[in-house]
């Protein structure tokens, strides 16, 4: 039997290729001599570079920045051997993960930290920037990355705005960064949410970064002032504009600021890695997230793992910390079953201390059910 394992990670709690090793444990428990083929993977955001340290040519470059909230922090991209080009991923250091809980403080999070590791590309010459997203701290529209390169953002006063998202309601002039106007800009998305209003990044992600609804108030009143003024001064329309909410609005910020495009991270990384032969090459697939639901199904690995599995009649099953509904969806997107890795009434937190064990337990009773039904 060929059994593909292609995880994303489980956020906040393990890697990627951690949830591999733990998956692969409970395979190797029932059928020690299954052929595995394991692929950690990413929709663009955290876990990106993994992919590609694994399946492009290219190194890491480390290099000083500073986290969500200005405290001094290195951080990691990845730069292209074969192009001049560099792979961001924001979450390295404007990421979620790196500030504690009762530090989080979603109006002052800014993307400033990512603006530094793609100054740092810049100056080594990088002709294009793919800017993976997803796992941010940040609501700020990626204004944090636009100063950063050397953009002013200015409150009717003509005084520079304070870093984080809270600020931008009182944005009333942009003068952009002395940059190269022929540097190619992607951001690699996983969601499909636009900026603003009650699908928005605001109203969405805040929640999981922190927000109180009166914060929600007041990041989304300073996204709206921002959008008409990167509208006004560079006649782009970011609002509504498809994936523009991903990353507390960075998306539609490099949108607005750089004409960046806006493109589904995982079709990036899943040409890089030919997945789609070795999907069709696979008799049983497992994918895994902390949380499998209805966003699942838009743009995120496990969705898209489904899809691909869908069309090849190969049996896709989904493993999280957590499943929501409506199932149904979820089934019709390619997924043959959906299985919590709780085995009792556990608290949240040991579930995410005993996260390794519990995915290593449930994959092994899955695969016990796979085997009896194919018999």
Known sequence: ???????????????????????????????????????????????????????????????????????????????????????????????????????????????????????DA????????????????????????FEALGGKLLDKKGESLEKGGGSLSSLESIIPPQIPKSIKWKVACDVNNPLLGSFGSSTIYGPQKGASKTDIKILEKSLTQFSKVLEKQFMRSIAKIKRGGAAGGTAAGMHGFFNASLVSGFSILANMVELENIIKKSDLIFTAEGKIDKQSTDGKVTGRVANLGK?????????????????????????????????????????????????????????????????
């Not at 951690?18 to 950690?40: D, F």
């Not at 810049?122 to 990355?145: F, M, P, Q, Y």
């Not at 390619?334 to 519990?358: R, V």
């Open 1 to 119: 039997m060929r059994i593909l394992i292609i995880p994303d990670s489980f956020k906040e709690c393990l890697k990627a290729n951690e949830v591999c090793r733990s998956i692969h444990k409970g395979i190797s428990e029932v059928l020690p001599k299954a052929e595995v083929v394991k692929i950690p993977f990413s929709d663009g955001g955290e876990g990106a570079l993994d992919v590609l340290l694994k399946f492009s040519k290219g190194k890491l470059i480390n290099c000083e920045t500073e986290n969500a909230l200005g405290d001094k922090c290195n951080g990691d991209y990845f730069l292209f051997m074969d192009r001049k080009a560099a792979w961001i991923e924001l979450s390295q250091v404007s990421g979620l993960a790196q500030i504690k809980n009762e530090k989080r403080n979603i109006l002052k999070a800014s993307t400033y930290g990512t603006g530094l590791l793609i100054k």
């Open 122 to 145: 810049l100056s080594r010459g990088c002709k294009e920037i793919i800017l993976g997203v997803g796992g941010s701290a940040t609501n700020d529209g990626g204004a944090g990355i």
């Open 311 to 375: 069309k090849y009649n190969v049996p896709v099953v989904g493993i999280a910390g957590n499943i929501e509904g409506p199932y149904s969806k979820l089934y019709e997107a390619g997924f043959s079953g959906l299985f919590s890795i709780q085995n009792g009434p556990l608290d949240i937190e040991y579930s995410k201390k005993n996260a390794s064990s519990l995915i290593r337990d449930i994959t092994g009773r899955i695969l016990n059910l796979f085997i009896k039904k194919s018999k």
